[in-house]
């Protein structure tokens, strides 16, 4: 029997490829795709009900959100207790969620209980009442929270930034107290009824679905779920970036500055996507990244700074956030740049790149540890119109570049000058 070695470190495997699951699609009589991950193994399934937001209308700001939100709070047979009593019955789970392209309706259950929890999806999706008084209850509450976070630099940074960035659009959005006043119950029916159409929606499906799942699910969704005469209208107005590049609302009683500094940038579809993933982590993207290396381990101003990309259907971003003692918020900034620059005239040392390289293929990796991370992945591709062999192209991607590929797009898309930069606090 060998002895283990401790004093000799494990010997290391680089990931040589990473298998997705492909889903089976079907597509309903009334326009509704769905995609089917069947794992088999535990009674358990995901489904996800994903619709495309609405064109942002400025003068009625919060429909999108407002609606989605709303949508469990009753409908024409079940209030919201009712709703929430019946999920809970049969143990399973119900979630709506927001974000700037898509609005969805989530629900985790047992397999076995689909017949008795789907009902009460299809309820929702297509009998949304948003009675009056849940109404008044979500305006309060979301007046609250807003003037609650109002009060932290990094939350007015970010609104801030997002605006400068993105302007008057669903992605700028940057609410006040008085846009939720605005909403009105007819307003939410109306936007309701063009949004929750079977053709603007994508059935997302994980878990244990056999055959009978399925069947079960057409014969729900796609019997008395009709679509409208007028289809949704879910193109966005242009994005028109603010000419002004600094931002700054100064508190004179701030312990911490906030700092957002980044620029519009390309999403996920442009050929450059996955190598400046490389090239952002090798700034910001992960603990070891050199922004933490120097601005938290060695000049002690944070306790955490990083940077990231966002992709979005009609945009996408670059940025670097942080919160630094406002003492020192000049100084940070003066050190960002600096590790900005070195990227454009110094080349990254292989041992770095060999690091940053290992990190993300792991990731990756690590990311898909059960059928709903293989789900969440084709999500990404489909709605930004690409094919599997995206992540092909990502892992050779991060295999294959160097570091003077790195520097060649540092200089092409980093221009520190004329980054966007915003600080809320004391500079």
Known sequence: MSVLNRKQAPQFNGVENITLIKPEHKKLANGCNVYAFNSGGQDLVRIEWIFGNLRFNADKPLLNAAV?????????????????????????????????????????????????????????????VFPEKELETFVR???????????????????????????????????EPEDFKSLKREDLLAHFKQMYQPANSTMVIAGKVDQEALDLLSDTFENGWDNEATPADTMQPPLIPSSERFFYTEKPAALQSAIRIGTPFINRTHVDFPAMQVLNTVLGGYFGSRLMANIREDKGYTYGIGSGMTSFKQTGSFFIASEVGADVCRSAVTEIEKEVNLLKTELIAEDELSLVRNFMLGSLLGSLENVFSHADKFKNLFFAGLDYDYYERYTSTVKNITAEDLQALANKYWDFENFYKVIVGKY
Do not use: C, W
């Open 141 to 175: 509450n979301q007046q609250q929270k807003l003037q609650v976070s109002l009060q932290k630099n990094d939350f007015v940074a970010r609104r801030i930034f997002n605006k400068a960035l993105n302007g008057e659009t669903i992605y700028g959005l940057a609410a």
């Open 68 to 128: 989605n939100t709303l949508l469990t709070d009753g409908t024409g047979n079940m209030t919201a207790a009712q709703i929430a009593d019946h999920i809970d019955f049969y143990g399973a789970f119900l979630q709506v969620d927001y974000s700037y392209d898509n609005s969805q309706v989530t629900l985790y259950t047992l397999t076995k209980h689909l017949a008795s929890t789907l009902p009460v999806i299809k309820d929702i999706i297509t009998n949304s």
